[in-house]
């Protein structure tokens, strides 16, 4: 069983524990709401596993290194920045992804600034965001943004790359 | 009819993907073979942590109720009002356009400029769903990483919006217009 499973299984049991201890309605509540949450996703989850799968058998690591690698350098930001904040891909659904680009030799750097524009910065949704908060706010946030993600890249990238 | 068709929509890819895969495995295919080694990984690592972290999720729904925290909305302000934001933004889920919906509602409530930006960098960085799934998939070293990084930078930006718009008469619309 991998580390993950150890400890959010412990975690969970845990606090299901506490929680059932204290109320058991409201536990029992939650663990119904968990389970729609979990059924919602699973689907689109399952697509995205099917899809990463797919890539990395066809994708060989040498690209993957090449454009997205630590020596991919400026290339390499921009190709994630540009492409995290253009297209639209669920979070949940990202995090599969993530890991395959870094298992297929991404950086750590390159991955969290795709990530991180992919979350903050949305030029999808932009004409929604606009009729929210204004044309001015709306390109502001999301240039704002855009310039915090590639920080929060380097920084994350120089970090990893010190404990890894 | 219709209704058929959306659901089948959904399930065409895994339908296709299995079908596929049967056929390598009777007439030998090794890359299909390959691909589904790779996938049947994948899905292992995924299902035994996921339903866990989403039911840590249902039990923290169950016992920090949104509506609870957003009764202190606009009432607070400095360092706990700041806190407030994040930690609300920090139990929702969900695609970032389906925070404009709440910023509206917070602005009704009498958030100002700073604190709606300063929510909506908490939600697109801190959700607990997202936190919970990061960490199963990039490792915790990662996630409080990137956390810690990101925080004062959404802040920041939250100060530099209400720099940049206060005097322009800024507002936030319900959407419909």
Redesign the interface.
Known sequence: ??N??I???S??GI??LV?FLIDRR??W??????????RNML?P???I??L???V??FISPDVISRYLGAESGVTGFAIAAVVGSIT?I???IS??I??GL?QQGAS?AV??TFM?TL??V?VV?LP??I????R??AI??NS??FV?AI??GL??GL??GV?? | MKIFMKKFRNYIWITLYLVLTVLSFIIGFEPGKDIFTGFGQSFIEMITFIPFLFIIVGLFDVWMPKEKIQRHIGQESGVKGIAIMVLLAMLQAGPLYGAFPVAYMLYRKGAGIRNIFIYLGAFTSMKIPMLGIEIGYLGIEYTITRTLVSLPLFIGIGYLMEIMLKNRKFEVYDGSG
């Open positions: 069983m991998s993950n499973a400890i959010f299984i975690l969970c606090l299901s929680s409201k536990t509540e939650g663990f119904k709401r968990g389970w729609r949450m979990f689907l989850f399952i697509n596993l099917i990463v799968s797919l990395i058998y639209l669920p979070g949940f995090y599969p993530a890991a870094i750590y991955v969290a991180t979350m903050m949305g949704t929604l965001e009729k929210y908060f204004g001015r706010a502001i946030r704002l943004n915090a920080i929060i920084l994350v970090v990893m404990i890894k």
